[in-house]
């Protein structure tokens, strides 16, 4: 099965999916964003676009490694990723269960306030305009249907800790 951690930028989906890892036997982390990496790495490059989930075959890249990853090892994928557009999501899903692999959307959630300070506080990345940009756009999503789509787990007043024990108890439902 798939565990994936959605969200956006800076509310913690990596340093969550570290934890939720070491929480769940025979799990491994795939962050969709390799897949995106690569896809960047092509020369001459492909279209600009200012976010590689506009480019075609990340999305159907990302359901074959999850696919490939988990018969080659079985258990657990967690895959931290940021995905707030809804048809993109639904691609990502539908191919998945194509393959008959369940998926858990689990969404990091934190009121804009705290994910600002997060974000303008955060002494590993520092403070990132790109991930600000993020803010209003998950806002928008998760009004309209990110929230509907996912198990809504409320990071803002929790440890990180505390969010990974959440997540695996919601994986567990």
């Not at 691609?91 to 692999?101: K, N, R, W």
């Amino acid at each position: 099965m798939i565990v994936w951690l959605n969200g956006t930028h800076g509310v913690g989906k990596t340093t969550t999916s570290a934890l939720v890892q070491q929480r769940i036997p025979g799990s491994r982390v795939l962050d969709a964003e390799k897949v995106g990496e690569t896809l960047m790495d092509i020369t001459p490059g492909l279209p600009a676009t200012d976010n590689f989930q506009h480019w075609a075959p990340w999305r159907p890249l990302v359901v074959d490694t999850a696919r490939r990853v988990l018969a080659y090892t079985g258990g657990t994928l967690v895959m931290p990723m940021t995905v707030l557009v809804e048809a993109y999501w639904r691609e990502i899903s539908a191919g998945l269960a194509d393959h008959g692999i369940p998926v858990r959307h689990v969404v990091l959630h934190a009121e804009p306030a705290a994910l600002r300070a997060r974000i303008l506080g955060d002494t590993v990345m520092g403070p990132s305009p790109f991930r600000l940009a993020y803010v209003e756009q998950y806002a928008e999503a998760a009004r309209t249907w990110l929230h509907d789509a996912a198990e809504v787990v409320d990071t803002t007043d929790l440890t990180p800790p505390q969010v990974a024990d959440r997540v695996v108890g919601t994986a567990g439902r």
